[in-house]
């Protein structure tokens, strides 16, 4: 069964930093496309990140704050968040799929793309 499981959300103050992790299990990354996204109160859910193989997109929101790494040993991918805002404040999900091939999209997937979803977790930034 694939399972992914988001942690490290919190409470931050702006200009601070925090750094999500996705652990999946039943699957290995190495073969999956990932992609984190978030949903902020009162707005859609929005891209922030994707990574497939040696590929890595972001969001322009997001350029040169946020970085997205693995760990293959324990199939974990993180979220590194710097320079957070109040904007930042969403609940931030991963989501992975097989079969979706970056070098083709040219961009991160719409969410509806992926097949397989972590609970999320809360990130609030105050100001």
């Known amino acids: 069964e694939v399972q992914l499981v988001e942690s490290g959300g919190g409470l931050v103050q702006a200009g601070g930093s925090l750094r999500l992790s996705c652990a999946a299990s039943?699957?290995?990354?190495?073969?999956?496309?990932i992609g984190w996204f978030r949903r902020a109160p009162g707005k859609e859910r929005e891209g922030v990140s994707c990574?497939?193989?040696?590929?890595?997109y972001y969001a322009n929101s997001v350029k040169g704050r946020f970085t997205i790494s693995s760990d293959n040993a324990k199939n974990t991918v993180y979220l590194e968040m710097n320079s957070l805002t109040p904007e930042d404040t969403a609940v931030y999900y991963c989501?992975?799929?097989?079969?979706?091939?970056?070098?083709?999209?040219?961009?991160?997937?719409?969410?509806?793309?992926?097949?397989?979803w972590g609970q999320g977790t809360q990130v609030t930034v105050s100001s």
């Open positions: 989501a992975a799929d097989p079969l979706l091939l970056l070098r083709l999209w040219g961009l991160c997937p719409p969410s509806e793309e992926y097949d397989y």
């Open positions: 039943g699957f290995s990354f190495d073969d999956y496309t």
């Open positions: 990574s497939s193989d040696d590929i890595t």
